[in-house]
């Protein structure tokens, strides 16, 4: 009698296993990313580039083909997404962001922002940003591609599923690693809070600490509302 009952839980079983398996398969996941991988051109931002005559007089000699997208977040929307363990599908879905192009006037170069917000070419934005400046050193991972790839390599994370760049609160460097989440501030000087610059942390190592610069903020602004 044992026997026609373990034989009979055996198809029971192996159902509830298949049907898991299914569904686990159909859940939905969300689409790998590597910011190094996507091309302006050829794009619909591209396209609303070159219609607008202002935008193509203010660059003497644009580098499309190198053009860089970051992501803009404000910093409380950066801190939510902090709190709420969402800063990847921000970062999927954004509603600002920026193409970052290299510019050549001779043997000057810079970087040239050109802003894009809901989906529409918003405006462009004349300030250049020389290669040689310090602004220029928080988007050096446009570039310097050879930097960034020995750091992952040194971090153990040279085949990210998902890595972007993005500024809220400072420029940083998103990504996830075997379902793991880091980040990554470019800056040479610590925060005030002790979050150190050009170093690679695990995200859940420093939420405290990112949280705790959000708080900072909003009591800043509150002091400071003319409305108080």
Not at 175 to 188: D, N, S, V
């Amino acid at each position: 009698m044992k026997n026609a009952n373990k034989f009979c839980l055996t198809p029971v079983f192996m159902f509830i296993l298949l049907c898991s398996i299914f569904l686990s398969s159909c859940a939905p996941s969300l689409p790998d990313y590597d910011f190094r991988e996507e091309q302006f051109v050829g794009t619909e931002d591209y396209e609303a580039f070159l219609q607008t005559d202002e935008a193509r007089a203010a660059f003497p000699t644009p580098d499309c083909e190198s053009a860089c997208k970051i992501v803009l977040l404000e910093s409380t929307d950066f801190f939510r997404a902090v709190r709420e363990g969402t800063l990847r599908l921000a970062l999927q879905h954004p509603q600002r962001y920026l193409w970052m192009v290299p510019v050549y006037h001779g043997a000057q170069s810079a970087w040239q922002p050109v802003l894009f917000e809901n989906g529409s070419f918003y405006c462009h934005m004349f300030s250049l940003y020389s290669f040689d400046s310090q602004s220029y050193h928080h988007y050096n991972y446009l570039s310097e591609r050879d930097e960034l790839n020995t750091l992952l390599q040194e971090n153990g994370l040279e085949n990210p599923e998902f890595i972007a760049p993005f500024y809220g609160y400072g420029s940083w460097l998103y990504l996830e690693h075997q379902g793991t989440p880091y980040i990554f501030l470019y800056r040479e000087e610590p925060l005030t809070t002790g979050l150190d610059g050009m170093t690679l942390y695990p995200l859940e190592q420093v939420r405290s600490t990112i949280l705790m610069l959000g708080d900072r903020e909003y009591h800043q602004e509150q002091r400071l509302s003319p409305y108080l």
